[in-house]
């Protein structure tokens, strides 16, 4: 038997959806209202037909929702019925097309050409729908036709394709006794997080953020969310991540109870290669980075990358997300020797001879020059932060080589790092 | 495809390897191939790199080289695919530097410590948490601009306890330092002297600083070691910089 139930209120979709999944779990939205449910399989449980159309609509009246509903062995005349009739309509096998009979056309949710038609034609119900020819029905409003009086008859078109319940990634556990510390937060969030993890892997998902609730005892709520650089579906992962988070903003009572809900997206498919080297895992890597915390958070970790100036320096430290690999890209013929540079500059005291430095005098630094290249000059930025600038490369008798410069805006020398 | 045809490719596939630095296969002990530099007379007395798994050192005098070499190390690094992390306590790397040498900076993670706190303690830290992700193929640990009693005051089981860490890991640790600090049992030390630099031509304007030259020992008791060349890197002024 299937079950028609609609509220001429124009409830939300959900309302009605929640009091048919109280019965059966094979329940067909059509829309806000109406909803189609199988009620096959319950005679045990309320052998008449009545009892069971009752309890339905107890149940929606506990909800404060008006509800009508048609209970019928056709789907299609569940459907129409609900509609049309209020409160409860039981139909007997074989006695859907008498029922349906007396029902308006415009039940059938026809369009305003083909009901004016059917107008025009006179038929002004589905008992005279019924009764038409569906030979000359379907030469005159083709494969339609037939479809309409099959409707009419209450013969069913299409099988019953269950709506799928919200998918809701959220796990919430209430605690006994309260707990104090992050030790044993760590085995509550690994309990929460497999199962959040599970029903994530079981449909395809992975989390790409975790949000965590903890109410304390004190009635507070503790909320931190997490949204790394790559999703994941590892339990561990996610422990860890959402632990080395409340290293660093713990909640500053017990916790009376925790909630998870996790942010599902679709899984990556990931083609591995047998010859390219194993790119490291995404996980991993943002478990890595939430470890150095203390230099991500200040800006002082990262992958730095050359800006486009001549501006000596000039560099940004962006997220540390390195792509897929390009092996043996081209290298330099020869080794370089690097600066290591001083920052900011290590203001110098510098005797000139010749035109040219003679010693050199800084903060860990001071010696005679024995040798030196130069003077290079530099300028740039006239049109924002201008710089100029006069470059020496010494070699000083401590046999360190360094790299000074006078800043020809200020006159002040400075020495700008060390070669190596 | 079935499993014993998949390693009979492999070892196929290993039998005619033909490049040094191809990648490694999934699966393989990437610990049995040391870290090349790509100096062939400095991986000639490394015994073809620095070893995985273990602690190694470069240390010497201001100018003997230390940072280029561990910058050669780092590009081969990141030329095969790897990940490499340099942990700078001091915050003297020079990233155009870095390039210029053939570091892959997007693979290059850096750590800069703020020299207004006391960036070691938490430098060591960090180096411990990136050997322990086993993600990075080279870690570099920038001693030679801390101050040598700052490094002697860490604690004696320091370098123990990140050998312990690295032990079971794909990658090298590699401190540079102004002189002896530490390495591994299985780990290499090697000494940088200068020498005198290379310049252009006489003195005078226009004349350019050519590169370091040093001389380069593995172990306390090498008899003889090689020269090691580094081409200077060109200031933003220079000719060669602006290459």
Redesign the interface.
């Known amino acids: 038997m299937f079950g028609g139930l609609h509220s001429p209120s124009l409830p939300s979709e959900r309302a009605l959806l929640e009091i048919a999944r109280e019965f059966t779990p094979r329940v067909e939205a059509r829309g806000p209202t109406p909803v189609l449910l199988d009620l096959h399989g319950l005679g045990r449980v309320w052998p008449a037909p009545e009892a069971l159309g009752r309890a339905i609509l107890d149940s929606a009246r506990g909800r404060d929702l008006v509800a009508h509903l048609a209970l019928a062995f056709s789907r299609t005349a569940a459907l129409l019925l609900t509609q049309a009739r209020p409160g409860l309509t039981i139909v007997p096998a074989g006695a859907e097309a008498e029922a349906l009979a007396p029902l308006p056309v415009a039940l059938l949710g026809l369009d305003s050409d083909r009901e004016a038609l059917f107008h025009r034609w006179g038929v002004r119900t589905l008992g005279e729908i019924a009764r038409l020819p569906a030979t000359g029905l379907a030469e005159r409003l083709g494969p339609e036709g037939p479809r309409l009086r099959r409707m009419a008859r209450g013969e069913d078109e299409t099988p019953l394709v269950p709506t799928p319940p919200p998918e809701s990634f959220e796990c919430t556990l209430e605690l006994e006794w309260p707990v104090d510390g992050l030790e044993p937060l760590s085995f509550l969030l690994g309990r929460v997080l497999e199962s959040l993890c599970d029903g994530l892997r079981d449909r395809g998902r992975r989390a790409a953020g975790m949000a965590l609730d903890l109410r304390l005892v004190d009635g507070k709520l503790h909320s931190r969310a997490l949204r790394p650089a790559a999703p994941s579906i590892e339990a561990r992962t996610w422990r860890t991540l959402l632990l080395l988070d409340l290293e660093t903003h713990p909640p500053h009572d017990a916790v009376q109870a925790l909630t998870v809900r996790a942010e599902p997206t679709p899984s990556r498919a990931v083609q591995f290669s047998l010859l390219d080297p194993a790119q490291p895992s995404p996980e991993r890597l943002a478990e890595t980075m939430a470890r150095l915390h203390a230099w991500t958070a200040t800006g002082r970790a990262g992958a730095p990358a050359l800006l486009d100036t001549h501006r000596p320096g000039a560099f940004v430290l962006g997220t540390f997300a390195p792509g897929p690999a390009i092996v043996g890209a081209s290298r330099p013929a020869e080794p370089r020797a690097a600066l290591r540079a001083f920052r900011p500059p290590l203001p110098a005291h510098v005797s000139l001879r010749d035109g040219g430095p003679a010693f050199v005098a800084a903060a860990g630094i001071r010696g005679t020059v024995l040798d030196r290249a130069g003077p290079w000059r530099a300028s740039g930025d006239w049109w924002d932060a201008a710089w100029s600038r006069e470059e020496w490369d010494v070699l000083l008798s401590t046999a360190g080589v360094y790299r000074i410069f006078r800043d020809l805006a200020r006159g002040e020398w400075f020495v700008e790092g060390e070669l190596d | 495809m079935p499993s014993a045809l998949k390693h009979a490719?492999?070892d196929l596939?290993r039998a005619r390897r033909l490049?040094r630095?191809a990648?490694?296969?999934?699966g393989e002990d990437r610990r049995l191939r040391p870290l090349p530099?790509?100096?062939a007379a400095v991986d000639g007395v490394l015994g073809g790199g620095f070893p995985r798994g273990q602690s190694s050192e470069v240390f010497g005098?201001?100018?003997?080289?230390?940072?280029?070499?561990a910058?050669?190390l780092l590009?081969?690094t990141t030329?095969?695919?790897?990940?490499a992390a340099w942990v700078d306590p001091s915050?003297?790397?020079?990233?155009?530097?870095?390039?210029?040498?053939?570091v892959?900076?997007?693979?290059?993670?850096?750590?800069?410590?703020?020299?207004r706190s006391r960036p070691l303690p938490?430098s060591i830290a960090?180096v411990g948490?990136?050997v322990g992700?086993?993600?990075f193929d080279a870690v570099v640990l920038d001693l030679?601009?801390v101050s040598p009693g700052d490094v002697g005051r860490l604690p004696g089981a320091t370098w123990i306890r990140l050998q312990r860490m690295i032990e079971e890991t794909p990658a090298a640790l590699v401190l540079i330092a102004g002189a002896h600090v530490a390495h591994g049992p299985g780990g290499v030390s090697l000494s940088l002297q200068?020498k005198a630099?290379r310049?252009?031509g006489a003195?005078g304007?226009g004349?350019?600083?050519r590169?370091?030259t040093a001389e380069a020992r593995a172990g306390r008791h090498a008899l003889r070691g090689v020269g090691?060349?580094?081409?200077?890197?060109g200031?933003?002024?220079?000719p060669e910089g602006?290459r």
């Open positions: 490719l492999e596939l490049q630095d990648p490694p296969l999934r530099t790509g100096i005098p201001a100018s003997s080289g230390r940072t280029g070499l910058l050669a590009a081969e030329r095969a695919g790897a990940l915050d003297t790397l020079d990233p155009a530097a870095a390039a210029a040498a053939g892959e900076l997007r693979r290059l993670l850096w750590l800069r410590g703020d020299t938490a960090a948490t990136l992700s086993g993600l030679a601009g200068p630099p310049w252009s003195p304007p004349r350019l600083l590169g370091l090691l060349e580094l081409r200077a890197l200031g933003s002024s220079t602006r």
